[in-house]
């Protein structure tokens, strides 16, 4: 069990959606907060509300998880102010869509930059200390159900997310040995605003068809607190893979049970994304 009263939690991220909810979370458990996000004003406003609650907040600085050298500067304030921290949370992410004739090199390399890297920088800067400490702790990081399913235009997001949840799997074995938890945390459709900042290549977002995907993939989305709530419930309970909606864990039963269900599903969804693209390239010629 791992408990949040008195552990001091670093949290990505933060600014907004889960990243914001979760520090929430984690403080109404009792956990002082060490709080980063590459959105100041919106890292201020988390910052202040927790503290509004009655919590306490170390540190909150803007920084940028993809910028390495940002990382470390962060982790030797945050390591001068408070020492080790006990449980390192890596929320923060971007989601980059689209083909792979219309994806450009730069949304490759951001997507794996942010998503991917900033969570190793973050991992390198802090957990060596968390061991040196020998206190124990935890480690979270939140994947995606495209870390789990073959999601249609999903190739720059699942490569990041599938290669954080290869880490965590390493790290679920290597840290045991020194106490650490690790937590893989796997949501599907969120009402964030990252809803309204997806990165699709090639697409018109305010397509109508655009549109009513969205208004789709919303009336399945569950809330950022009622997600980070899974969360702060599977690290209490030191759970590996954390669901945040039921239709991912139905969904990881079937791609590990049922085979021939999963393919099924991921071809149907292959081929409703690319039949919009047809439709919009016909219209376009029209």
């Known amino acids: 069990m791992t408990k949040f009263a008195g552990k001091i939690c670093l949290i990505t991220g ?3 959606g889960l990243g914001r909810s979760t520090a929430l979370a984690a403080a109404a458990e009792g956990a002082a907060l060490v709080l980063t996000d590459i959105a100041a004003e919106g890292l201020a406003r988390t910052a202040a509300d927790a503290r509004a609650a009655g919590a306490t907040v170390h540190l ?26 006990d449980i390192v949370m890596n929320v923060a ?7 792979v004739d ?7 390399r951001r997507t794996i930059d942010i998503d991917l890297m900033g969570p190793i920088h973050v991992i390198e800067a802090f ?12 480690l979270v990081n939140v994947s995606s159900a495209a870390g789990l399913f073959g999601l249609p235009w999903h190739a720059p997001y699942s490569a ?21 938890g690790v937590s893989l945390v796997c949501p599907g459709a969120m009402a964030t605003p990252m809803v309204d900042s997806v990165d699709i290549a090639g697409v018109d977002r305010t397509a109508e068809a655009v549109q009513r995907g969205m208004a789709l993939f919303m009336r399945h989305a569950v809330t950022p607190e009622a997600a980070a709530r899974s969360i702060v419930r599977g690290v209490e309970r030191n759970r ?16 590990r049970y049922f085979p021939p269900g999963y393919n099924v599903a991921m071809r149907g969804l292959n081929w409703a994304m690319n039949r919009y693209v ?8 029209n």
Do not use: C, N
Not at 102 to 108: C, E, G
Not at 169 to 178: C, K, Q, S
């Open 60 to 85: 909150a600085e803007a920084a940028d998880v993809s910028d390495y050298d940002q990382v470390v500067a962060l982790a030797a304030r945050v390591h001068d102010a408070v020492g080790s921290v």
């Open 127 to 138: 957990v060596p200390p968390m061991i040196a400490a020998g206190r124990g702790g935890h």
């Open 240 to 255: 590996y893979l954390v669901f945040t909606s039921p239709d991912i864990r139905v969904g990881f039963w079937a791609q």
């Open 278 to 285: 047809e439709q919009k390239a016909g219209a376009a010629a």
């Open 93 to 99: 992410g971007i989601a980059t869509w689209g083909t």
């Open 160 to 180: 990041s997310k599938f290669g954080l949840r290869g880490v965590s799997e390493v790290l679920r074995f290597d840290l045991a040995r020194h106490r650490i």
């Open 102 to 108: 219309r994806l450009t090199h730069s949304q490759w």
């Open 14 to 16: 933060a600014a907004s």
